[in-house]
């Protein structure tokens, strides 16, 4: 009996397992129609990804509309999160506008039945900071309205030696059974969460109805009081201590382990 069970649970956790390969495979094979320095955007065919089972419970998929530059700013600017008691915008105000543009420029490019995959990073230049962060979304239209699934959310990514410079393109599938992230997307009145199931929410899939999205406010509107608070300007001495220790581990002069934590005991004393 036992190895009757035994033999029935791998069964299930193989046809899991083949599952989740061919869901990452698909959304591999994602073709790139824009490459920057800080964005890289790619073109996936609706019928592709995600799979077969998902998209039945999904409505009927649509072309995008035609969007502004303007009217993808206030999209951007839309979504918040919270990381403690503050609450942050996903993408900071000196990104909003860039990102805005190369999101447009790539709509261009695209069929009719493709979705976008949009994956951008950030570093703030004028504070050395050793990671930029990094933002992945997965947007489509369909009958429900503008659809936009995060992968990723602020996301420390490390910017360091030349052979790992570019590692911050690569991602994982963005799933839309669970969420990757670690942070939440806060709710708002402009959109909808997407539905894993009747019962449970996705808590970083956000659906903008068609009449919302053309009632988006001003980006100025939609910045969260905080995140201009955590953009403020820092001490010129923990900028340089910070400067100092990212160039020695570029050099190879002191480890990972050692930058990481050296950081950390700078960080401390601020």
């Known amino acids: 009996m036992l190895a009757a069970i035994g033999k029935q649970l791998k069964l299930i956790v193989s046809i899991l397992l083949l599952a989740s390969i061919g869901c990452a495979s698909a959304f591999a094979r994602r073709e790139t129609i824009l490459s920057g320095q800080d964005i890289v955007v790619s073109r996936i065919e609706a019928s592709t990804y995600p799979d077969a089972s998902i998209q039945k419970t999904l409505p009927e998929f649509r072309p995008f509309p035609q969007l502004t530059q303007e009217q993808i700013e206030r999209i951007l600017a839309l979504f918040a999160f919270k990381d403690g008691n503050q609450a942050i915008n996903v993408f900071r105000h000196a990104e909003v506008k860039p990102v805005a543009k190369q999101i447009l420029d790539a709509m261009k490019r695209l069929k009719p039945q493709d979705r976008l995959v949009v994956v951008s990073k950030y570093d703030k230049k004028d504070v050395v900071f050793n990671r930029p962060e990094r933002n992945s979304m997965l947007i489509w239209n369909d009958a429900a309205g503008l659809n936009v699934v995060f992968g990723t ?4 990514v490390l910017d360091g030696s030349d052979h790992d410079r570019d590692a911050w393109k690569e991602i994982g599938a963005i799933s839309l059974k669970r969420s990757n992230s670690e942070y939440d997307l806060l709710p708002s009145s402009f959109y909808t969460a997407g539905k894993i199931s009747e019962e449970k929410i996705h808590p970083t899939w956000a659906i903008i109805p068609e009449e919302k999205l053309a009632a988006l406010p001003p980006v100025a509107e939609l910045a969260v009081p905080s995140t201009r608070q955590e953009e403020k300007a820092v001490p010129v001495d923990l900028t340089r201590k910070l400067s ?17 934590s050296k950081r950390k005991e700078i960080l401390s004393k601020y």
């Open 153 to 156: 959310i602020r996301e420390d």
């Open 244 to 260: 100092e220790l990212k160039q020695a581990f570029d050099q190879g002069l002191i480890t990972k382990e050692e930058y990481e």
